[in-house]
């Protein structure tokens, strides 16, 4: 939301899903996860945590989107996690939406915060967490998976760009992508407080995972999904990381962003019952 008016829309979008969430069965709860910015930042994560019926303890899957995608849109992945006895937590992706963290190269420091508090909870079982990320989420996931590998059960990179997507030839060949509504440069550009094409030429290769040292690092178990086609994100940044690190699991789709089709989702969630909800303490 990069006007006014995009803002108006985000927080009547905000206020609406709210008012419509007492409908929600199971129900919805509204958390605000403590959390310890640095100076003008936030200090609590807000995040949406539903638990499925009838499961005592369950394991808990984070999710995100991307650039333009805040959680109250998660609503729709919800339900399939809950019907597999996973309770879901839907929070923003760093830089967006009411993350506590606008603009930042360590924006993974949210996943920190939101895994404590899950170890801290009676609820939902602390050491059986999911993550995944659409879109530019996937990028922010895939970190996490490696900075917190021993704390992430699952991960799932959704689309979501490492190395590649960040360097000079690839912005200019995407920023028009046909798959995208408008000047994606200029939304990547936002989410990190940033305005112009040019600043974001400057900054972007700041953030290739490859170049920061971490993808020959241990890292959680991963699941890569994107389609062959994507123009927003390259899918040669899913075969790097398919290159680097450990044994992954990968479902390359037919297909542009995201590799949308009706298998995709149901691919996802599959894998990450496997890897939630086979170990239970």
């Known amino acids: 939301p990069n006007t006014p008016a995009k803002q108006i829309a985000a927080e009547r979008g905000i206020q609406n899903y709210l008012a419509a969430s007492p409908y929600f069965k199971p129900a919805h709860q509204t958390v605000e996860i403590p959390f310890d910015g640095k100076p003008?930042?936030?200090t609590s994560v807000r995040a949406y945590l539903r638990l499925p019926p009838g499961v005592e303890r369950p394991p808990v899957l984070v999710q995100h989107g991307g650039?333009?995608?805040?959680?109250?849109?998660?609503h729709r992945y919800v339900a399939p996690l809950l019907d597999r006895g996973i309770a879901s937590l839907s929070i923003d992706m760093p830089g967006?939406?009411?993350?506590p963290v606008k603009g930042a190269l360590d924006g993974e420091r949210v996943y920190q915060a939101v895994l404590d508090w899950?170890?801290?909870r009676g609820d939902i079982v602390?050491?059986?967490?999911?993550?995944?990320?659409?879109s530019f989420g996937g990028y922010w996931v895939s970190k996490a998976a490696h900075v917190f590998h021993d704390r992430f059960a699952g991960v799932v990179n959704w689309g979501g760009g490492i190395h590649y997507g960040f360097q000079n030839d690839w912005i200019k060949a995407s920023r028009f992508a046909g798959s995208y509504l408008t000047d994606l440069i200029e939304t990547r550009a936002h989410a990190f407080g940033l305005t112009?094409?040019?600043?974001?030429?400057e900054f972007a290769p700041k953030l290739s995972l490859l170049d920061q040292g971490l993808l020959d690092g241990p890292h959680a178990p991963m699941l890569l999904i994107n389609g062959k086609d994507d123009a927003q994100t390259p899918i040669a940044d899913l075969y790097l990381l398919l290159e680097h690190g450990g044994a992954k699991t990968a479902r390359v789709f037919p297909g542009g962003h995201m590799g949308q089709t009706p298998q995709t989702y149901p691919t996802i969630v599959d894998w990450m019952a496997q890897h939630l909800l086979t170990t239970r303490d």
């Open 40 to 42: 003008g930042e936030g």
């Open 67 to 74: 650039i333009d995608s805040f959680k109250e849109e998660r």
């Open 96 to 99: 967006t939406g009411e993350s």
């Open 118 to 120: 899950i170890e801290q």
């Open 126 to 134: 602390g050491n059986r967490v999911g993550l995944i990320g659409g």
């Open 196 to 201: 112009s094409y040019d600043e974001w030429v």
